[in-house]
């Protein structure tokens, strides 16, 4: 039977998740968007790994379940929400919205509102097993994170990318975490080419992706994941 010390290291490291989500929901307002994407990084290593700790200690337990999502909420909710936030005062506004310009920024928290019906919805969704139904969250969070950084290091992209653009891709990808898109998952069963074509399509390219564009593509990364995912979709 498993002692008060083991029964709660899953949650501890839950708590860890929760813990840097907040530190980087705070370097996201202060507009240190690589610490922030960090602190994202490191919380969803901690939410891999209070999974994985609970399965193999065989103290999963209902409060730890509820405590991973209110973890996520933040890490993958509060945080993402807090980069848009900042991003929207680095944008170019254009002149036909400038009278809103001042409230822009606060359509960035509908991501929090979004992530946290994707994780309601995934907590009681038993088609989720083996993969996704929507957007999941950490990749959301790594999106746009990424995409805050690429902007952030080039100006004249904040000038392209203007806060119309912005507003429109938080509605894109707030409705893409409740939508019912299959998407794939990156768990490998076996190595057979067979099992795994999708995936290992995918992480060929996402390498190459990466290599061209640094962390910065992790951004392009997710945007193929979303346009692979719809492809398999269409063609099963």
């Known amino acids: 039977m498993p002692n008060i010390i083991t029964k709660n290291i899953p949650n501890s490291i839950t708590s860890c998740n929760l813990f840097c989500g907040?530190?980087?929901?705070?370097?996201?307002?202060?507009?240190?968007?690589?610490?922030?994407?960090?602190?994202?990084?490191?919380?969803?290593?901690?939410?891999?790994?209070?999974g994985m700790s609970a399965r193999l200690l065989d103290v999963s337990s209902p409060i730890?379940?509820?405590?991973?999502?209110?973890?996520d909420?933040?890490?993958?909710?509060?945080?993402p929400s807090a980069i848009v936030f900042s991003l929207f005062k680095e944008v170019y506004i254009p002149d036909f919205i400038s009278?809103?310009?001042?409230?822009?920024?606060?359509?960035?928290?509908?991501?929090?509102v979004f992530s946290a019906l994707r994780l309601a919805k995934f907590n009681l969704d038993e088609r989720q097993t083996t993969s996704f139904i929507g957007m999941p969250t950490p990749a959301n969070a790594l999106f746009w994170s990424s995409l805050a950084i690429?902007?952030?290091e080039h100006q004249y992209v904040a000038q392209l990318f203007n806060a119309l653009c912005l507003l429109l891709l938080v509605v894109v990808m707030s409705l893409l975490l409740v939508s019912e898109?299959?998407?794939?998952?990156?768990?490998?069963?076996?190595?057979?080419?067979q099992n795994n074509k999708i995936?290992?399509?995918?992480?060929?390219?996402?390498?190459?992706?990466?290599?061209?564009?640094?962390?910065s593509g992790l951004a392009a990364v997710i945007v193929w994941y979303i346009v692979l995912s719809a492809l398999t979709n269409r063609k099963s």
Not at 32 to 46: K, R, S
Not at 73 to 79: D, P
Not at 99 to 112: E, M, R
Not at 203 to 209: D, F, G, K, Q, T
Request: glycine letters at 6%; proline letters at 2%; charged letters at 10%.
């Open 73 to 79: 909420n933040i890490t993958f909710g509060l945080a």
């Open 181 to 193: 898109l299959p998407m794939f998952s990156l768990k490998f069963k076996n190595l057979k080419w």
């Open 22 to 50: 907040c530190i980087a929901s705070y370097m996201a307002f202060m507009s240190d968007f690589q610490m922030a994407m960090l602190f994202i990084v490191l919380g969803a290593v901690f939410d891999f790994f209070d």
């Open 199 to 215: 995936r290992y399509i995918f992480l060929v390219v996402s390498i190459i992706l990466l290599v061209l564009f640094g962390i």
């Open 150 to 152: 690429f902007v952030h």
């Open 99 to 112: 009278g809103i310009s001042d409230y822009l920024p606060y359509t960035a928290f509908l991501i929090s």
């Open 64 to 71: 730890g379940k509820e405590l991973d999502s209110l973890a």
